[in-house]
């Protein structure tokens, strides 16, 4: 999944708080999410989802994300959590194939996302840090946030800029900011990852009020007490079972790294629905 990183064009200034562009109707919204595989019939494997529930069963520190839990969640618990969080296959012997996101779920965690988002902006003065362990897909979903949010008086916190470690695979990674928004770079490039140990480097330097993430970044994020919203695909099960546990705000279903150009609509009635709740 590492691919060179090309930044975007420069955000609109902060003084001139965007407003969301002919934002796509909930129908219509659906329809792209299952027309381009965000929801619906996912590129996301059975038998990876699968593996990845029985990994968080046997409590495999890869696939916690920085989180610790109360209940057991068995293979079986979990499995029966993400058929109700994400809409994945329900039966259990359905072990290998096609798995699916309901766009209905990820629609309503994304309007939950909003309303979250929404009165943390309304308090004022909100302290916000965003974070993505998906450069080559979700970012583009962060940057729009980092520039609305900024464009609506929060303030976009860069704590740990700078700050580095070396990975389980010999690799030293340092946290870098784009407009806003962290991410692990590696040799100059911008990498994928699901290591919860940046964003504890950050919470250790500042606390914000919101942290808006994935992967790694919102599971420690959640673990210190931060209200936490995040994306999450249907193979990173540690995050649903956050939310269910109150650990995690909101995790909104979908797959994390299709085209960038593909969360755009998707981007938009998240954008719509902030700004309705300011």
Known sequence: MTRPFSPPSSPPSPSSPPSPASPPS???????????????????????????YRSLALRDPHYLFGLTFEGEWSYDDVLRLM???????ADPGHREGQDTIDPERTIDAVEEMGDRVAKVLRRGSARIVLATGHPTGL??????????????GATLLSPAEGWAYVGKLGRRRRIRYLDGVAMLEDRGTFVHTHDPH???????????????????????????????????????????VGEAEGKIAVSVPLDDNVLPRHYAPLTSYLVARIARSL
């Open 26 to 52: 909930r129908a219509e919204l659906r329809e792209h999410l299952v027309r381009t595989a965000i929801a619906g019939d996912v590129a996301t494997s059975r038998e990876n989802n699968l593996d990845h």
């Open 83 to 89: 058929a109700d969080r994400a809409g994945v296959a």
């Open 198 to 240: 940046p964003m504890r480097a950050m919470l250790a330097e500042e606390r914000p009020d919101l942290v808006i993430a994935d992967h790694g970044w919102a599971g420690a994020a959640g673990e210190a007490g931060i209200e936490t919203v995040g994306f999450a695909d249907s193979n990173d099960p540690a995050l649903f």
């Open 139 to 152: 970012l583009t979903v962060h940057l729009a946030l980092a520039r609305f949010a900024a464009g609506n």
